[in-house]
């Protein structure tokens, strides 16, 4: 939404439709470690996409297709979770 | 031709649901409330009524899901007492906040402690500042009328939010008396379909709901719900009109009884009104100009209504059936702030607490009472600050 808004100006109760939200690179606070992966390794299970708790997890049809790093947060759930251990967490500035 | 039943409060608010037929009813049971939902759950079982019933793990449960269902484009009422509403207490700031237009159905209770059942409106003032709308009932017929009016109070598009219809526990709830119902048809087309602006099952127009608001936000948000709740008041007198159309019980915010020559005027909710209006009955035969200004509509309070009636007397008298430990009981506060610069001298008289009864002649004692606070029907001599 493009400057502070009045409480007339502001939808009801505060619901959003996709138009009214702009900001939406939240992993400029991410926290500090960001996932990075070995593609050899990957074998396109998805846990990853399953378990991150936003949408950080890129996909061409099913198959593994990189990170969303204006969305991702850091929580390194997706490098815990692969069971091939293809995901590693690195320093966000790598 | 319109029925004409012996019901309890609770049984006419269930019969009132039974005509809404709403989609969904979350609900937990808890006394003196159960009889609604119990009523409700009979005509469910019966056939009588289609809506989705469920049976959540708690209060906080109950109204969770009612939010979830209201937004998401479903017509849905609950109903609680006492604890249960204390439970709920978190999430009716939510519903009050996310617009979801919940009708729920009240059976005023005590809270605990120490744990007790009986009445008093200790539960409602709790969630006095959530931003809901509280209308208060004398009997069993108010507790129908209102609960047909609710729906399209709730749902209107200038209010949108919670509406709460409160009736005192086991002294309406439980009580028996004549109750005028609508026909099923009638009742129906006055409540009409439900509709909200933006359901969240209308996944083609998708909106987030509820979402996190910082303090560039979180003001403005807040005062929308103050616009709202504003906006009740001429909503609630529109359908009240048009209730009154349809069954001849015209209801207003502020109900009026003998005020006409009124030099000292009681101000009272709930089903105390009905028995003021004996006393003042009483009185009147002796040549007390006393009259009634009984709180139809408690949020949103009824300021300019109030202030015009009660200004020009030369006494009010604010009968709470709730306390505030260290501070001004509830209604008399608002009575107070309304009157505040005008010529009635103020009586508080807080009574009535954990279902103790107050008699019509604890009322006409109060007519030559002089002391500004006085604990009706309180066992030995009152701590006065």
Known sequence: ?????????????????????????????????????????????????LYCPDSAIRLDG??????????CKGC??????????????VPDDA | MRERRILTGGQAVAEAMRQIDPDVVPVYPITPQTPI?????????????GGELVDVESEHSAMSAAV??????????????????????????????MRAPIVMAV?????????????????SMLIRDSGVVQLFAENAQEAYDLMLIAPRLAEHPDVLLPVLVCQDGFTITHSAEVVELVEDAAAQAFVGPYRIPHPLLDVAHATTQGPFAMPDYYFELRHQQLAAITAALPVFDGLAQEYGLLTGRRHHAVELYRVDGAEHVFVCLGSTGGTIKDAIDELRADGHAVGLAQIRSFRPFPRDDLRAVLAPRARVTVLDRADSPGGAAPLFADVAAVLHGTRPELRSVVYGLGGRDLHPADICALVDDERPLVYAGLRGDACLA
């Open chain 2, 107 to 123: 059976g005023n209770r005590a809270l605990s402690g120490p744990i007790n059942i009986h009445c008093d409106h200790s539960d």
């Open chain 2, 68 to 97: 979830g269902a209201a937004l998401a484009g479903a017509r849905t009422i609950t109903a609680t007492s006492s604890q249960g509403l204390a439970l709920m207490a978190e999430v009716v700031y939510l519903a009050a906040s």
């Open chain 1, 76 to 89: 390194e759930l997706c490098s815990v979770v692969c069971p091939v251990d293809a995901i590693t967490m």
């Open chain 1, 1 to 49: 939404m493009p400057g502070p808004l009045t409480w007339r100006e502001l939808p009801l109760g505060g619901a959003l439709r996709p138009e009214d939200t702009t900001r939406t690179r939240t992993g400029g606070w991410r926290t500090g470690v960001k996932p990075d992966v070995e593609l050899e390794r990957c074998v396109d299970c998805l846990l990853c996409w």
């Open chain 1, 62 to 71: 099913t198959a593994f297709a990189g990170f969303d790093y204006d969305v």
């Open chain 2, 37 to 49: 939902i119990q009523g409700f759950a009979a005509f469910v079982a019966q056939g009588r009524a």
